[in-house]
């Protein structure tokens, strides 16, 4: 019966400096006593659990705050640059790592292209970028506390890689393998899942609790922000809107179906269009989405009609996320998102024509505010959640 006392008390503690941690990071500046006002646990606790968190260099004291009558209080700041998290958007043709301190601002950031690399060159490329960030993180008490890799594929709850199509992967056990070598904790995550994490914790989705992100790259990813949670499903494969089927008897899709949303709304159906109607890059070089929209802001009225096509059948499959999820905001991102432009009136028009009225309610469409950082800012800040609670638990068993 001891046991389970002393157990139970260790599990409110860890809960509790869990909270005091988490109320320093959201409000910092903060004083002891406001912080037991928010949270509603006794000044003696506050206290206790602050000097902890003192000590284990995770917050910092600041000087004197305003004072409402009576001595001026301390003020707690969270100490940002305790550590530091790797997060890393592995794309079909390129990967973006960045560097964040455990409040997700960027220090660093490293950015390689690609075609048609195998699993082992990917891997390759992938230690590299986080040797050349691991080197760039300024000195701290805790150094790299994380690295998180956002995935264009199936991701279960153990994080091994099921299937990423247009990666032509299956079954990779990316997670033992990078945290063998690094020996830091890793997080692989759908990179839809992550982008969207990323938004509501960074970007536009900050002030909505039912939020889509649509992942607009090679493929098409879909993360779900429902009642202010990441939802995963219940094996971790929510989301594959991607693979949805929009057109019966429609293309061969690199999944197995046919007719799937993502191959008439990406970054390679646009790349494909773009070659159908022989619009040729200079130099006999590969035709690229930067290429592309170098011509429609040169006012390419070719280009400009093939971004708009594919932002009509972006309309399409959001409109019928819509309707199943009845959002308060949707929001496009990743490479796509550039074209915001010249995609934005026709996924507009077909959802204001298409969508049922009552649906359309207090609904927001918006583009990313963080442009292409969505997913690599997403697994560094889940990598950082991590951190945070693993280190209060570690401390908490150890009582």
């Known amino acids: 019966m001891r046991a389970n006392k002393t157990w139970n008390q260790h599990v409110v503690k860890k809960e509790n400096k869990a909270l005091v941690l988490e109320t320093i990071s959201e409000h910092s500046p903060i004083s002891r006593a406001d912080i037991a006002n928010v949270t509603g646990l006794n000044k003696g606790t506050v206290s206790s659990l602050v000097n902890e968190l003192i000590e284990e260099q995770l917050i910092n004291e600041s000087g004197p705050g305003k004072s409402s009558g009576g001595r001026r209080p301390v003020m707690l700041l969270f100490n940002q640059f305790a550590g530091y998290s790797i997060g890393i958007d592995l794309g079909v043709n390129y990967l973006l790592g960045v560097l964040t301190d455990l409040k997700g601002n960027i220090c660093f950031e490293k950015r390689v292209k690609f075609n048609n690399l195998t699993y082992e060159e990917i891997l390759e490329e992938i230690c590299k970028i986080v040797d050349s960030l691991t080197t760039s993180a300024p000195e701290s008490p805790y150094g790299i506390v994380g690295i998180g890799v956002g995935v264009p594929g199936i991701v279960n709850k153990d994080s091994k890689i099921l299937l990423a199509p247009n990666l032509n992967w299956r079954n990779i056990e990316l997670k033992a393998v990078l945290e063998e070598k690094f020996n830091v904790p890793v997080v692989i995550e759908n990179e839809a899942n992550a982008g969207a994490y990323g938004e509501k914790k960074f970007g536009a989705g900050k002030d909505y609790h039912n939020v889509v992100y649509v992942s607009v790259g090679i493929g098409i990813g879909v993360g779900l922000i429902l009642n202010g949670k990441l939802y995963r499903g219940n094996n971790g494969f929510s989301g ?124 927001k469409i918006d583009f990313s505010q963080l442009s292409t950082h969505s997913t690599a800012l997403g697994v560094a800040a889940f990598s950082v959640q991590n951190f945070l609670k693993n280190s209060i638990h570690e401390e908490a068993q150890a009582l």
């Open 240 to 363: 594959e809107f991607g693979h949805m089927t929009i057109e019966v008897d429609g293309a061969k899709c690199s999944c197995g179906n046919e007719g799937c949303w993502e191959l008439y709304a990406s970054e390679n159906t646009l790349l494909k269009n773009a070659a159908r109607a022989e619009i040729k890059a200079p130099q006999d070089e590969d035709l690229t989405l930067e290429y592309l929209m170098d011509l429609a802001e040169n006012g390419d009225a070719d280009t400009i009609n093939l971004f708009k096509d594919i932002g009509k059948y972006l309309g399409v499959g959001i409109n019928n996320i819509i309707n199943i999820f009845n959002p308060e905001q949707v929001i496009i991102g990743n490479r796509m998102a550039v074209a915001e432009a010249y995609m934005e009136d026709s996924l507009k028009n077909w959802i204001h024509e298409q969508a049922l009225w009552f649906s359309q309610k207090d609904l």
